[in-house]
C-alpha cells in the first residue's frame, strides 16, 4: 500500500463519506461576509420558507437567512441584534416568524420574514424586533417551542426560572424557580404538555405545565462512572415516535424514553468530552456535533435501527477555498436532508453535509 | 546548459552527524555575529537542536538539544517536537527565543496526522513549547507551552512590550505570549493553513493576511484585530484563495518588503501611510508572470537585505532547483545570478536566510533535492565581481 493510500485509507481525519460544501455569510462574489470576529455561528432553524435562519456572537451578534433556493443559493444578513452578543435558541413559529434571545442579558428579539425575499442584485430584510430581556438580571440558556400548543418556553441563569414567553404580548410569565445547584443549560418540550431538563447530579426532570410542578425522575444522565456529579444535559432533540436524544457535557449520547423513565446510554462518539448539537435527519438517524471548544469537533451519526455510533471526522472542503470547521455549536436539517452546521469560530462558514445515500 | 552561480562564492555547512535531520527552518542573525539556526526533521522523527555557526571560526555549535531542554523525549506513536519553524527572534537583552512546531511522524511511523491525534494525551503533539537562550551566558531556558497541542510556524517579537505573537498549526490562530507572565492568549483564527506569516511595525501592530491575502492588523493598544481592505498583488486575471503574504522583511526607511504564495510577486508596504497603509506591486520574482496553466508561479524564497538594500532571495518553482537572484530595489531590476549547486547537491529550498551585511554575507538555511540540510554562506563580493567578468 502506498503512503498516500495508506494515510488516506487510514489517517485520514475529515469527513469523506457523503459530501460537504460551505457557504460564507454573504451573496458569494457579490458582497463581503459577515466581518470576522462577528461570524460565530451560535443557533440556527430552519424557518417555515425552508430557508436557514442562523444567529451568530462576538463583537456583534447578527441575525442571517440562507437560502437554498437554486437560482438564489446565498447568505442574506438580515442584521445585527446587539453588540458584545451571541445568539440562543433560534426557534420557527408556525406563523413563520422567528424568535431567539440573545446573552448576555437574555434579550428577546423576533424576525417576521413575509415581507422579505431576494433576488440576484437585491434583497428587502423587514427590520429585527429587540422585545427586551425575558426575565430582568438573566440570561436565557435555552429555548423551547411546544409545536402542539405553539408556546415558547424558556430556561434561565442565575436564577434557574422556567419561563413562559409571550411573543404576541412580549411578555415573559415566571413558571418556577427550580431550586437546585446545578441546572443543565437545556429544556425541552415534548408536546405533551411537559417540559423536560436536568438538575445537579444528572437527575432528570420533569415539568408539568398544567400542574406547574417538577418531578424529579429516578432516570439520570449517563457519564463517567465516578463524575456523574458533574453531568449536564447539554443538547436534546425529540424524534416524530416522540423518543427523545440527548447529549451530555462528558460526551454521551443517549435516548430517553419519558414513558418508561428510561435513560439508554449510546456511548461516546469521540474520546473527548462535549455534545454540541443535536439534530435528527430526515432518514430519522441522529447528527451531531461531538467535542469541547479548543479541540477539534467532529461530526458523528446514530443509527437507531442497527445501534452504530459512527465518528464521521472533522468537517472540510476544498472549494471555493480550502478549509477545515474545528468548532460548530449548531446544526439543524433541511428541508431535502442536507445536515446544515454553524461553525462558531472568529472566521466562521454555514456549512452544508449531504449525507451518502445507500444503494438499494 | 542552466546558468549557474559562481560556487567559489559559496560555502556550504553540513550536519552529518546528524542523520536523522532533513531541514533548517530557521535563521537569524545574532547580536553576536553568529548566526542561529534550528536543525530539524520531517521525514524522520527526531527532536529539533538550536545551534549557532560563527563564520569568524567556521564552528558549528550544539546549544539546545528540544528534549534534553523540555524533557520530552522521542517516544513510539508521539508526534515528536522535530521543528523549531520560522520562530528564532532576539531580544534586546541578547536572548534568542524560539518556540517548537511539529510535521515529523512519531518513531517508526510514516503518517504524521496532528487533525487525528489533537488532544489525544499519548499520540497528540503535546503543544509548542516556547524557550530562551542567554548568548552572553550561554544558558538556555524552559519556558513551558505556549500552544496548547499545536504547532507554531511563526514567531515575532515585541522586545518593548515583551510579548511574541505567534501563528499556531493546524488550527492557525493568532496567539500572543506574555514573555514575563508566561501565558498565552488566543486572539483568534486567522486562516485556513497559508497565511501563517506576521511582521510587526515600530507601532508593535502586527499585520499578517488572510488566505486569500487581504490584510490585518493587530493592535495591541486597542486589543483588537482589525481587516484591512489591502490586498497584496498578484497575476492580474487570478483570483486565487490562496495568494497570501510570505517572508516579510524589513526594508530601507518604512518599507517591509516580502513576496505572495502562489502568485509570485514581490511588494512593498508602508503601514505608517494613510489608514491602512500602501502597497506597491513589484512585479513577479524574475520578470516572468505565471503561465495560464500553471497552478503557482515560482516561489521567492527567503528574502534579505545586503547593505546597498539589494535583495536577494531563492527562486524556483516547487521541486526545481533553487536560483538566486539579486533585485536591485534602487533601479527595480532583477537579476538571474544562476541556479545554485553546491558540491553536485541542488538547492531545493531555502527555507530563512539572514545576513551579515557589514561582512557582505548572506546566509540561506537550504533543503537539498537529496534532503540534505545545509547552510549555504554566500560572499557577496565574490557573487559581484562574477558578475562584473560576466559569468
Redesign the interface.
Known sequence: MS?TT??RE?????VREGSLAIRELCHYNVSKPI???ETAIFSMCLGKDGRIYGGTGGEKAHLFVYDPFPTNDHVIDIGIIGKEKYTVGLIPLENGKIIGAANPGGIIFSYDPADDYSLLWKYECAPIKIHGPAVEGNAVTALTLDKTANLIYGLTLPDNCIFLYDHEKRESEILIKIDSKCVSPMLLADGTGSLFGALADGIIFRYDIQEKRIYNLPARLPGTKGSDFANKWEKAVINKKGVIYGGTNSGYVFSFDPAKNSVISHGKPI??DGIRALCVGKEGKLWGIAGIRG??SHLFSYNQNNGEMKDLG?PCVGF?????G?EFDSIVTGRDGQIYMGES???SHLFIYYPPVTEA | MEKAINNKAVQAVYFRDYPDHDCIWACIRGSDGRFYFSLCSEGKAALAHLMSYDCRTGKVEDLVDIGDLSGERLREGKLPQSKIHLALCESSDKKIYGATHVTAPPPNEDIMEVFGTYGHPDRGYSGSYLFSYDIVSKKPEFMGLAIPFEGVRRMVLDDKRKRAYLISYPKHCLYVYDLVKRKSRNLGRIGMLGAFDLFIDNLGRIFGTNDAGYFYRYDPESDKIQNLSIKLPGHPWRNSPYNFLWYPVRGKGDWIYGTTYYDGHLFQYNPYEGSEGIIEDLGPGCGKEIDDNHWAAAYIQSPVFDKDWNLYYGYAPIWEPVHLVKFDTKRNEKVDLGAVNIDGYNAAFFADSAAIPEENIICFADITMNGIPRLLLIDLKKIQESLHAGK
Open positions: 503512503a495508506r494515510y487510514c489517517g485520514f481525519p475529515f466581518p470576522p470576529g474520546r473527548d479541540l477539534m472533522i471555493p477555498k480550502p478549509w477545515a474545528y469560530d472568529r472566521i
